[in-house]
C-alpha cells in the first residue's frame, strides 16, 4: 500500500510521486465506474499540473472496483 486518502485525484498524485514518475514518462489513468468523466478529467489535470512535462492518457477502464489503475512507462 503506497498511499490513502479521501479524494481519489490526491492519491493518484500521491501514487506517482511514489513511483518517481518524472517528466518524460507516460502516465495512462484508467478509470472505473465509481467515477464521472468530469471527475476523471479532473484527475488528469491535477497529474498535469503536478508533472507538466508528462505525458498523460485518460482511458474509461470501466472497472467496478477501483476508481483509477494508473500505468507509468
Same mark, same amino acid.
Given at each position: 500500500?503506497?498511499?490513502?486518502?479521501?479524494?481519489?485525484?490526491?492519491?493518484? =498524485? $500521491?501514487?506517482?510521486? #511514489?513511483?518517481? @514518475?518524472? *517528466?518524460?514518462? +507516460?502516465?495512462?489513468?484508467?478509470?472505473? !465506474?465509481? =467515477? $464521472?468523466?468530469?471527475? #476523471?478529467?479532473? @484527475?488528469? *489535470?491535477?497529474? +498535469?499540473?503536478?508533472?507538466?512535462?508528462? !505525458?498523460?492518457?485518460?482511458?474509461?477502464?470501466?472497472?467496478?472496483?477501483?476508481?483509477?489503475?494508473?500505468?507509468?512507462?
Amino acid at each position: 500500500l503506497v498511499a490513502v486518502g479521501d479524494d481519489p485525484s490526491d492519491v493518484v =498524485v $500521491s501514487v506517482l510521486r #511514489a513511483s518517481e @514518475a518524472s *517528466d518524460g514518462n +507516460l502516465v495512462t489513468v484508467y478509470w472505473g !465506474e465509481p =467515477v $464521472s468523466a468530469e471527475a #476523471a478529467a479532473s @484527475a488528469r *489535470d491535477r497529474v +498535469l499540473s503536478e508533472f507538466p512535462e508528462t !505525458e498523460v492518457e485518460l482511458v474509461r477502464g470501466g472497472q467496478p472496483n477501483y476508481h483509477y489503475i494508473v500505468s507509468v512507462e
